[in-house]
C-alpha cells in the first residue's frame, strides 16, 4: 500500500490555541505525525512516498476563491496589523448579528477578515499554516491519483486535517477540505459516483456542507452526538441532504461510552448505505479520537476494534482512499491508524 506523508506539515505549529476561553497546548501538532509515520514505517506492505503538486485549481474547484486569497496572506496581515505571532480570532460573525439589516459583509480590514472566515478559536495561523494546509491538500490528491491509477488502497497521511472545512471558511484545526477537494477531484477524473465516509469522532460539518445538495457524492459520518460533542451545530440524524442531494447524507451520532461492539454495529449500518449509494470510489475520513484516551472524544473504542473496522469497511470490495483526520492520544496513534489500515486492506 502506498501511504502518502510530506514533512512540509511541520511548519504549522502554533505555540497554543484558545478552548472553552483559556490559552492551551495546541492538540493539532507535528509529533502525530511523526507516531504514525514511526509505527507505519515498520508495517510490512506500507510503502511510504511523497505526494505530488497539484496547484490551486483542485482546491477552487470546492473552496471559494476569496477564501482560499485570503488563507494566502491572511497570517502576513495579521502581524503587519496586530504585532502578534499567533492569528486567533476576536469576533465571529452570525447571521443573527445582521438579522434584519442585510447579509454578513467582508470587513476590509485584516482582522475583521479572519473573525469573517474562521468559526472557533481552536485553528489559529502561524506563518507555515497555509503551506502546510496545501500540502495536507496535495497529499489527498495524490492518495487519490495511485488508486484511480489501480491500486486498491492508498492512505494519504494529512496534516493539517480538513473535514470541519466547509466552502467559504475554516476551523476545527481545519483549513481545506481534503477529503472534499480528493471527492471532486475523483468526479473530475470520471468516478461517476464518490462516498465519504467518516470515522473521526467529531461530525464532518465541512465535508457535509460541500455535498449536501450533490446527488453524486454521498456523505455518510458516524461521530459524537452534537448534543454535546463539536462541532454542536451540525451532525443531528435528521439531516439527510437537500434538493438534489436528498437522501444522500447519512449522520449515525454516537452516545458516550460506545464499545467496540456497538460501534460496529453502528459501522455496518453506515456501510449498508453506502453499499445502497453504490460508488465507484470510497474516501475513509479516518479518525482515531474515537479511541478511549483520546482527550477530545468520550467513547469507548480500544486499539483491538480498528483492525475490524477496516475489515468492515474492505468488505465492500471498493477502491478506497484513506485520508487522517484527527486523533490525538499520541501514545496510541500509530497502532491505532495501522490496525485500521491492515484491516481495510
Not at 191 to 210: P, R
Not at 312 to 340: D, K, M
Request: glycine content about 10%.
Amino acid at each position: 500500500m502506498k501511504a502518502v506523508r510530506s514533512d512540509d506539515h511541520r511548519s504549522h505549529d502554533p505555540a497554543y490555541e484558545v478552548e472553552f476561553g483559556s490559552q492551551v497546548p495546541v492538540h493539532e501538532r507535528p509529533q502525530r505525525v511523526d507516531a504514525i509515520a514511526e509505527v507505519l514505517g515498520r508495517e510490512p506492505g506500507i510503502d511510504l512516498v511523497a505526494p505530488t503538486a497539484h496547484g490551486l485549481a483542485p482546491i477552487e474547484a470546492v473552496h471559494d476563491p476569496d477564501l482560499v486569497d485570503f488563507l494566502a496572506h491572511a497570517w502576513r496581515d495579521w502581524v503587519e496589523a496586530t504585532g502578534h505571532e499567533v492569528a486567533i480570532a476576536e469576533t465571529f460573525t452570525t447571521t443573527s448579528v445582521r438579522e434584519g439589516m442585510g447579509p454578513n459583509r467582508v470587513p476590509s480590514g485584516p482582522v475583521g477578515r479572519f473573525s469573517h472566515y474562521v468559526f472557533d478559536t481552536s485553528t489559529p495561523m502561524v506563518e507555515g499554516t497555509y503551506a502546510a494546509a496545501r500540502a495536507a491538500v496535495d497529499i489527498a490528491l495524490t492518495a487519490t491519483d495511485v488508486v484511480l491509477a489501480g491500486e486498491p488502497v492508498a492512505y494519504g497521511l494529512c496534516r493539517p486535517p480538513g473535514h470541519h472545512a466547509p466552502r467559504a471558511a475554516f476551523g476545527g484545526f481545519c483549513y481545506f477540505n481534503n477529503a472534499g477537494v480528493a471527492a471532486q477531484h475523483a468526479r473530475g477524473a470520471g468516478a461517476t459516483k464518490v462516498t465519504v465516509l467518516d470515522v473521526d469522532y467529531h461530525h464532518g460539518n465541512g465535508t457535509q456542507q460541500l455535498f449536501y445538495d450533490r446527488p453524486d457524492v454521498q456523505y455518510v459520518s458516524l461521530h459524537g452526538d452534537p448534543d454535546h460533542a463539536y462541532p454542536y451545530f451540525a451532525g443531528y440524524a435528521d439531516e439527510t441532504g437537500t434538493g438534489a442531494g436528498a437522501g444522500t447524507t447519512t449522520n449515525l451520532p454516537l452516545a458516550a461510552g460506545t464499545t467496540d461492539e456497538q460501534y460496529l454495529e453502528r459501522l455496518a449500518k453506515a456501510l449498508d448505505a453506502v453499499a445502497r449509494f453504490g460508488p465507484d470510489l470510497l474516501i475513509v475520513s479516518l479518525g482515531v479520537d474515537t479511541y478511549e484516551l483520546d482527550p477530545l472524544g468520550d467513547l469507548a473504542l480500544t486499539t483491538e476494534v480498528f483492525a475490524p473496522m477496516g475489515q468492515l469497511v474492505g468488505s465492500l470490495e471498493l477502491p478506497t482512499v484513506v485520508l487522517q483526520e484527527g486523533g490525538y492520544h499520541l501514545p496510541s496513534l500509530g497502532a491505532n491508524v495501522a490496525g485500521f489500515l491492515r484491516g481495510v486492506t
